[in-house]
């Protein structure tokens, strides 16, 4: 891949001209256009920065190395040299493969199922390319179902430098991304904003039911009860 071409590609996909990114950018449309014929090349701060006004950023990817085995009694496989990330929800997709172990033809695996994941797994590294490989098949659910998989011993035992170095021992301190490390970035992912909830609305007045108690204090004892309403001659009604 001719990696001059790369600027070209991310602006395309958001539907700009080269006159609005370079706005967008800071830079001017000359060095944009020189930027994407690969007649310039343009340093890492000014890539980034350029890939930041199209919502994308330069990152790194890991490469695998892969190699065939042919052992005696068994169909050849591939065994990678260390594994890998498939991000959600591509690991949890459904697949339509066939069983070729089981020889019971074409199917669909919903590897959100555990069972059915298992089972992806082993079909694929037993019968599968790298290429079908480092898209399904996800390294830290991987390590979970290891132990699991119904794998020959020398497709076992070919893959398992690559799980010994996903498994090796680490502590980490997990407060240390506060003060050492950048809190906002994983390995493939970064907060790129959060919100938080609104407080929620106070609760509405509690509503005062009206009574007929009467506010004025009581007589001391011994003393003639409280009068009441003046008699004004018509007996109350």
């Known amino acids: 891949m001719d990696h001059s071409f ?15 990114l370079a706005v967008l950018a800071g ?18 701060k000014v890539a980034s920065r350029i890939l930041a006004a199209l919502d994308q950023e330069l990152t790194l990817r890991t490469h695998v190395d892969w190699v065939e085995h042919h052992p005696k009694g068994i169909v050849k496989f591939w065994a990678p040299s260390m594994l890998w990330a498939v991000e959600p929800p591509t690991c949890f997709a459904t697949l339509h493969i066939p ?4 020889g019971t033809g ?17 079909q694929l590294i037993r019968r599968g390319l790298p290429q079908q490989m480092i898209r399904w098949i996800d390294g830290g659910l991987l390590v979970d179902l290891w ?14 430098p690559a799980i010994q170095l996903a498994t090796q021992p680490l502590e980490l301190d997990g407060l240390r991304f ?25 609760p509405p007045p509690r509503r005062q039911r009206r009574t007929r108690f ?16 003046p008699d004004d001659g018509t007996g109350g009604r």
Do not use: C, H
Request: hydrophobic share 30%.
């Open 6 to 20: 790369l600027l070209e590609r991310a602006r395309r996909a958001r539907g700009l001209t080269q006159a609005q």
């Open 27 to 44: 830079t001017s449309q000359a060095t944009l256009s020189a930027y994407e014929r690969g007649l310039k090349s343009p340093s890492l």
């Open 99 to 102: 069983d070729e172990i089981r």
């Open 106 to 122: 074409m199917r669909s695996w919903n590897m959100r199922d555990r069972d059915e994941r298992r089972g992806v797994y082993e």
């Open 147 to 160: 132990d699991e998989l119904d794998l020959p011993d020398p497709v076992r035992d070919a893959w398992a």
């Open 178 to 202: 506060i003060i050492r490390e950048d809190p906002f970035v994983a390995p493939n992912a970064y907060v790129r904003d959060y919100r938080s909830l609104p407080k929620p609305p106070p």
């Open 214 to 229: 009467d506010p004025r204090p009581l007589p001391p004892t011994g003393q003639s009860p409280r009068p009441g309403p």
